[in-house]
T-cell receptor, first 114, second 112 residues
Framework: GENVEQHPSTLSVQEGDSAVIKCTYS??????FPWYKQELGKRPQLIID?????GEKKDQRIAVTLNKTAKHFSLHITETQPEDSAVYFC?????????????FGTGTQLKVEL | KAGVTQTPRYLIKTRGQQVTLSCSPI?????VSWYQQTPGQGLQFLFE???????NKGNFPGRFSGRQFSNSRSEMNVSTLELGDSALYLC???????????FGDGTRLSIL
């Protein structure tokens, strides 16, 4: 089955700096890669996603890049703000055989310091 | 549009009991997936239902089961509860496969 590795497990940046979180996946058939932000005690919230036919996607301060050959994808947050502090999860899914089955990375605790 | 609704928010049970959790998806969403979140294992896929049929299943014992009704609402049942079943159980809904999944607030299950 699919396996997703995520690094780093914790990341501390100064406000205004950029943050990068990296994930690798094992199943070359995976074709959909969402990123979720989870604040303490709250639900995971979808913040951006990318499909395998796209190399990069951007939404304001957030961008995701995908390298299908290397089987890795990354989340980039620019001009970080204190409210960006949360746990971020990457995930991968394939619709081989149909269905939704997200395989998640282990999460990155991002702390944005003033 | 209302989001994914899960009930109850909190549950306390003892070992050996069984429990049923409920999930109402976003209106129009036909796919409902369940995940278990624990500090040690992270987010793990339990199963997914689409049009009342289980389409995918994760690596959990048969004590974990679910079903989906014609209105797309889903229930998850755990029988013979064990201490290790203590977790946050999250439900997510989507329009169809490989579409964005949106999570509910979860049910926090504690086993004593």
């Amino acid at each position: 089955g699919e396996n997703v590795e995520q690094h780093p497990s914790t990341l501390s940046v100064q406000e205004g700096d950029s943050a990068v979180i990296k994930c690798t996946y094992s199943d070359s058939a995976s074709n959909y890669f969402p990123w979720y932000k989870q604040e303490l005690g709250k639900r995971p919230q979808l913040i951006i996603d990318i499909r395998s036919n796209v190399g990069e996607k951007k939404d304001q301060r957030i961008a995701v890049t995908l390298n299908k050959t290397a089987k890795h994808f990354s989340l980039h947050i620019t001009e970080t703000q204190p409210e960006d502090s949360a746990v971020y999860f990457c995930a991968a899914t394939t619709n081989t055989g149909g269905g939704n089955k997200l395989t998640f990375g282990t999460g990155t605790q991002l702390k944005v310091e003033l | 549009k209302a989001g994914v609704t899960q009930t109850p928010r909190y549950l306390i049970k003892t070992r050996g009991q069984q429990v049923t959790l409920s999930c109402s998806p976003i209106s129009g969403h036909r796919s409902v997936s369940w995940y278990q979140q624990t500090p040690g294992q992270g987010l793990q896929f339990l199963f997914e239902y689409f049009s009342e049929t289980q389409r995918n299943k994760g690596n959990f014992p048969g004590r974990f089961s679910g079903r989906q009704f014609s209105n797309s609402r889903s229930e998850m049942n755990v029988s013979t509860l064990e201490l290790g079943d203590s977790a946050l159980y999250l439900c997510a809904s989507s329009l169809s496969e490989n579409q964005p999944q949106h999570f509910g607030d979860g049910t926090r299950l504690s086993i004593l």
